[in-house]
Nanobody, 122 residues
Framework: QVQLVESGGGLVQPGGSLRLSCAASGDIFSINAMGWYRQAPGEERDMVASVTSGGSTNYADSVKGRFTISRDNAKNTLYLQMNSLKPEDTAIYYC????????????????WGQGTQVTVSS
């Protein structure tokens, strides 16, 4: 089994900061791309930021310059530093990872965390 467990969400005032973490555990041989997605009520789940195993990053236009994605490959952990938060950043944030479970596995499978709530409000 593979588990992705997010942490670090909460309530923050506009302009504040939060740091999300996502720890991957279980039968993991290697992890390819990882990313953060978010879903606001009544909206679709959208990509926020992604990072490859080599460290290349990609961001949604709405968070560029405010959010920073990073990963610790030794710990199988993904991070999202969120600064200058706005009310429109309010959503459930989900961790996503493409994982190869065994050395003999031919393909990477996609896994999702359970989500962590981020609320930006005064």
């Amino acid at each position: 089994q593979v588990q992705l467990v997010e942490s670090g969400g909460g309530l923050v005032q506009p302009g504040g900061s939060l740091r999300l973490s996502c720890a991957a555990s279980g039968d993991i041989f290697s992890i390819n791309a990882m990313g953060w997605y978010r879903q606001a009520p009544g909206e679709e789940r959208d990509m926020v930021a992604s990072v490859t195993s080599g460290g290349s990053t990609n961001y949604a236009d709405s968070v560029k310059g405010r959010f920073t994605i990073s990963r610790d490959n030794a710990k199988n952990t993904l991070y999202l530093q969120m600064n200058s938060l706005k009310p429109e950043d309010t959503a459930i944030y989900y961790c996503n990872a493409h994982i190869r479970r065994y050395h003999y596995s031919r393909f990477y499978s996609e896994y999702w965390g359970q989500g962590t709530q981020v609320t930006v409000s005064s």
